[in-house]
Structures are given as structure tokens and as C-alpha cells.
């Protein structure tokens, strides 16, 4: 008979650091809140890893399927934003905060998202594919047909997370990842056959 894993204690989230960003930061923040067209004027040549938004307050913006591939979004915050079919590919997202956030389908695959926090945030169809998730919050999220194929979820909150039913895990590494009392993610493997778990542990919490 094989020997369950011990429920671990979750530790309270490390708080989000906040930092003042920079002039050229603020300036392209401003670029981006005038829309599609302004924005497109001030990139045009600019290669987008270059792009600089870290510790960017962009609280309600609504600018769908932009790509912010290889940019820089440490600590920026897109709380209740609409970024639905946007691009963040090997972004990096250390500490972005999309509390409450749309991001459906977007594509967030190779992005560095550790302490990255989607509470409450609409993820439908998201991918997630070789991300590193280590210590992120989603909790309350709704994650139905998002891809997590080979991400690293270490430590990752999805707590009263929606649709973890409907994502696919394959290959993906839970360990230490906490979950909803009476939610266990083995039995996504057994369901779903697709869906791989490694070490996952399930974890009382309250839902945050």
C-alpha cells in the first residue's frame, strides 16, 4: 500500500516587494494607457525585450492581445485589467499582480512568474507551458483549459482555484503546491490521463 504525502502547513505568501520605477518606465506606461495606435508609434523599430514596465502601476487597463514578449514586468500591477489573448512569452513577471485580471488565453510559456499574483483572475485557456510559477498565488482563479505542460508549480497557491478539472499538468512539477481541502490533484491523472503529478501535497487552508 502505497504511503500518501503529508500535508504540509502553508506558509503565509511572501508580500509583494514595492519599488519606485523608473522615468523611462512611467513613460512607456504612459504610451501604453493612450492605446493601441500611440503605443504602436513609439515601438515601431524598438525590439520588445527591451521593454521596461517593472514596478508599473497599470491598474484597470484594457489593451487585449498586446505582446509583451521578453519585456520586463517586475512588480507591475494590472490589477482588474483586460489583457485577454495577450503575450508574455519568456517575459519576466517576478511579483506582477493581476488581481482580478483577464487573461483569457493568454500565452505566458518560458515566462519567469515566480511570486507572481493572479488572485481571482480569469486564466481560460491560458498557457502556462514551461513557466515558473514557484510560490505564486492563484488563488480563487479560474484555470479551466489552461495549459501548465511542464511548468514548475513549487510552492504555488490554488487555493478555491475554479476548473483545475479542465487544465492539463502534464509533466508539470507540484511539489509543495497547496490546494483546496478535499482536492487532489492525483486524481487528475486518473481522470484525465493527460495530467501528470509530481509529489503534490493537499493542504487545509483557508481560501484567501
Request: glycine share 12%.
Amino acid at each position: 500500500m502505497s504511503r500518501r504525502p503529508t500535508a504540509l502547513v502553508p506558509t503565509k505568501p511572501t508580500p509583494v516587494p514595492v519599488k519606485t520605477p523608473t522615468r523611462q518606465a512611467e513613460e512607456l506606461a504612459g504610451y501604453l494607457r493612450a492605446g493601441p495606435q500611440v503605443l504602436g508609434q513609439f515601438l515601431e523599430g524598438k525590439p520588445r525585450q527591451t521593454l521596461d514596465l517593472a514596478w508599473v502601476s497599470l491598474t484597470s487597463l484594457i489593451f487585449p492581445r498586446i505582446d509583451l514578449s521578453g519585456a520586463l514586468l517586475v512588480g507591475t500591477v494590472f490589477t482588474d485589467s483586460d489583457l485577454n489573448g495577450s503575450t508574455f512569452t519568456a517575459a519576466d513577471l517576478r511579483w506582477l499582480v493581476g488581481t482580478g485580471g483577464k487573461f483569457r488565453a493568454a500565452i505566458f510559456s518560458g515566462a519567469d512568474m515566480r511570486g507572481t499574483v493572479l488572485t481571482g483572475a480569469d486564466l481560460t485557456d491560458a498557457k502556462f507551458v514551461g513557466a515558473d510559477l514557484t510560490s505564486a498565488i492563484l488563488n480563487g482563479a479560474d484555470v479551466s483549459g489552461a495549459n501548465f505542460t511542464g511548468a514548475i508549480c513549487k510552492g504555488t497557491y490554488f487555493i478555491g482555484v475554479r476548473g483545475l478539472e479542465k487544465a492539463s499538468f502534464e509533466g508539470a512539477v507540484l511539489a509543495g503546491a497547496y490546494f483546496s481541502p478535499g482536492v487532489d490533484p492525483e486524481q487528475f491523472a486518473q481522470r484525465r490521463g493527460r495530467v501528470m503529478v509530481a509529489a503534490a501535497e493537499k493542504t487545509p487552508h483557508k481560501r484567501r
